[in-house]
């Protein structure tokens, strides 16, 4: 299993190559930092921490890992905690709460595992850290360089990717490489944006579909880490590079690098998500949303691939709405336009 980060790698290593002394360092740190971890996670004994819990109510809490690389630190703000005097712990910690209570209230599901798992967040993961992750068994966020990046607890569609490896591991468990591991970063855009769109009360056609926007500092020409509505668009810069992220099959990158281009090739289905929203008009997460978390859930497998997911989100919309309907010729419109047919 491979750590999921929401910064993708080209990113950090562009600054290496074109960033100032400082920045380079920063983004080289953070490298080698997220691949000893790497390490860490494929040795969790997956049953230990996948092995179903019933707890009784929602359980938060936040750890401070003061700058080092030691998880997940020390307590300092646990379920029913008054409010922290640290703002990330805060936004650790409300992040977790609005992922919750999303999860809860729309698709009737309690937490990660649809059984109360403890939802633990590390901030203030070593000097300078510019991403955050999913470990397997937690969320861990960066501070940021304060140069480049931001911190990454205030981006609350960043949380909710992130959080939402951890549900795709307790349900498809989809890999981590190639066209499964795109489908996985894809799944993780979705239900991030949908929880930023879900707090705003944004309907699809007025949601920004942007992933970590805020997160640059006015130093990067870029809005965001990724645009669902326009994958390749998100940024273009001398420091950071320019996105490059494909809308359609055929600009599909065949690539070694980032598991086989899991945060580049993503694009695609994240457009594909675009598109079945933007059809159907109205909040994103009450069909389009719900037609995706059900393929997530009850079809898809660890392999599966783009012409899986577009199979079977489209047989998943015929039977909950009716086949032929609206829903049903949406989604099948969608993965067309982006050069999957069925």
Same mark, same amino acid.
């Given at each position: 299993?491979?750590?999921c980060?929401?910064?993708p790698p ?9 960033g ?6 920063c @983004?080289?740190n953070t ?8 390490g ?11 092995t @179903?819990?019933r ?8 750890y401070? =890992?003061?700058?080092k690389?030691f998880?997940?630190g020390?307590l300092?703000?646990? #379920?029913?905690?008054k409010?922290n005097?640290?703002?990330?712990? /805060? #936004?650790?910690y409300?992040g977790a709460?609005?992922?919750?209570d999303?999860f809860?209230?729309?698709y009737?599901r309690n937490s990660? /595992?649809?059984? /109360?798992?403890p939802?633990?967040?590390?901030v203030?993961f ?7 992750? &999913?470990?397997? *068994?937690?969320?861990?966020?960066g501070?940021?360089?304060?140069d ?12 909710g ?9 307790? !349900? =498809?468990n989809?890999?981590g490489?190639?066209? $499964?591991g =795109? %489908?996985? #970063? $894809? ?8 929880l930023?769109q879900y707090?705003?009360?944004q ?10 926007k805020? %997160?640059?500092? $006015?130093k990067?020409?870029?809005? +965001?880490?990724?645009s ?5 668009? @998100?940024?273009?810069d ?10 359609h ?6 690539t070694? !690098?980032?598991?086989?281009g ?7 289905? /994240? ?6 929203? $933007? ?6 997460? !009450? *069909?389009?949303? %719900?037609?995706?978390?059900? +393929? ?5 497998k660890? *392999?599966?691939?783009?012409?899986d ?7 998943? @919309? ?6 032929g309907?609206k !829903?049903?010729k949406?989604?099948?419109e969608a &993965?067309?336009?982006?050069?999957i047919?069925?």
């Amino acid at each position: 299993m491979t750590v999921c980060t929401i910064v993708p790698p080209q990113i950090l290593r562009h600054i290496t190559r074109c960033g100032t002394p400082n920045q380079k360092t920063c @983004a080289l740190n953070t490298l080698i930092q997220t691949e000893q971890f790497r390490g860490l996670r494929s040795a969790l004994d997956r049953e230990d921490f996948l092995t @179903a819990m019933r707890l009784p109510v929602k359980i938060r809490r936040v750890y401070d =890992a003061r700058h080092k690389q030691f998880l997940p630190g020390k307590l300092v703000r646990s #379920e029913g905690d008054k409010k922290n005097k640290d703002i990330a712990v /805060n #936004e650790a910690y409300e992040g977790a709460g609005a992922y919750y209570d999303f999860f809860q209230k729309i698709y009737k599901r309690n937490s990660l /595992n649809d059984k /109360n798992f403890p939802l633990e967040s590390t901030v203030h993961f070593g000097w300078d850290y510019d991403n955050a992750f &999913w470990n397997g *068994r937690q969320m861990v966020y960066g501070d940021g360089d304060g140069d480049l990046f931001g911190r990454f607890t205030q981006s609350i569609d960043v949380i909710g990717h992130e959080l939402t490896h951890g549900l795709v591991q307790f !349900e =498809a468990n989809l890999g981590g490489e190639g066209q $499964s591991g =795109a %489908l996985n #970063e $894809s799944f993780a855009d979705i239900f991030g944006s949908l929880l930023k769109q879900y707090q705003k009360r944004q309907k699809a056609r007025k949601a920004d579909w942007l992933i970590g926007k805020g %997160l640059f500092t $006015s130093k990067i020409k870029g809005k +965001a880490f990724r645009s669902m509505k326009a994958p390749g668009t @998100a940024y273009d810069d001398p420091v950071i590079g320019k996105d490059p992220q494909p809308a359609h099959m055929k600009d599909y990158v065949k690539t070694d !690098e980032d598991n086989g281009g899991v945060h580049i090739n993503s694009g695609i289905p /994240n457009k594909a998500f675009y598109e079945a929203a $933007s059809r159907l008009g109205g909040y994103a997460w !009450e *069909r389009a949303g %719900l037609i995706w978390y059900t +393929a997530l859930k009850d079809k898809l497998k660890q *392999r599966s691939k783009f012409d899986d997911a577009a199979k079977l989100t489209s047989s998943v @919309a015929g039977d909950l709405f009716g086949k032929g309907g609206k !829903e049903h010729k949406a989604v099948k419109e969608a &993965w067309k336009a982006v050069g999957i047919k069925q």
